[in-house]
């Protein structure tokens, strides 16, 4: 089974070339936002994957201009298409507001997802050089536990030595791990206020969509 995704504005136009250029296609997500112009985009490649036999899921974003919200709506469908062992043929991105677009591309860079863009004028496919890896992967486990313990504790100010003592390591070896985070771009440090000596270790937002 293939399925194919895509940020979906007015025009169905942008998504038809990939619904026709994919092959043994099962079905279709569409992420579109709540306008009326982009519902009625919807109706007419549901009629097109009705006529072809395809599965069409919209997924109805209210917020269409809200980052987090339309990238945590797109990668659950991508993780949960993984767990049924699904094949996900492309990701779409020529639709939608340019938040929609923008966050699909991040979501797609993260998850290492071919990705494809479509011209306004000529409507040909233009294929986008991703790179075909998992950014999670390049993290080590223990970095993955420093990273999701700092995400699921974003509103407390931790400190390096509060890492240590909650993880059972020595000092060094934290300040280590969060080198090597902050060279991947993953964390930041803020001065603590009332000690200049401290450091706030803190997760970059993006995290959160790694890790799930």
């Known amino acids: 089974m293939v399925v194919i995704l895509g940020t979906l504005g007015f025009r169905p136009e942008t998504l038809i070339p990939t619904i026709r250029s994919t092959e043994r296609l099962s079905s279709v997500i569409v992420f579109h936002s709540d306008h ?22 919209e997924r109805e974003i209210p917020d269409a201009f809200d980052f987090m919200t339309v990238a945590k709506a797109i990668q659950d469908d991508i993780l949960e ?18 938040i929609m677009s923008a966050s699909a591309l991040l979501v797609c860079t993260l998850e290492g997802l071919n990705t494809v863009y479509v011209h306004d004028n000529t409507l040909e496919e233009i294929p986008l050089p991703m790179l075909h890896i998992r950014y999670s992967d390049i993290l080590t486990d223990v970095q993955k536990s420093l990273l999701k313990y700092l995400v699921q504790n ?9 890492l240590a003592k ?16 902050q060279e991947k771009g993953t964390v930041h440090l803020e001065t603590k206020k009332g000690d200049g000596r401290e450091k706030i270790v803190r997760a970059e937002v993006s995290m959160e969509l790694l890790l799930r």
């Open 154 to 162: 974003k509103g407390r100010d931790i400190t390096q030595g509060d």
């Open 81 to 98: 298409a993984r767990k049924k062992e699904e094949t996900i043929g492309v990701f779409n991105i020529a639709g939608g507001t340019r």
């Open 166 to 181: 909650e993880f059972g390591m020595h000092k060094a070896t934290i300040n280590h791990h969060i080198k090597k985070l």
């Open 36 to 57: 009326e112009r982009s519902k009625d985009a919807a109706k007419d490649i549901r009629r097109l994957c009705e006529l072809m036999g395809v599965q069409l899921i």
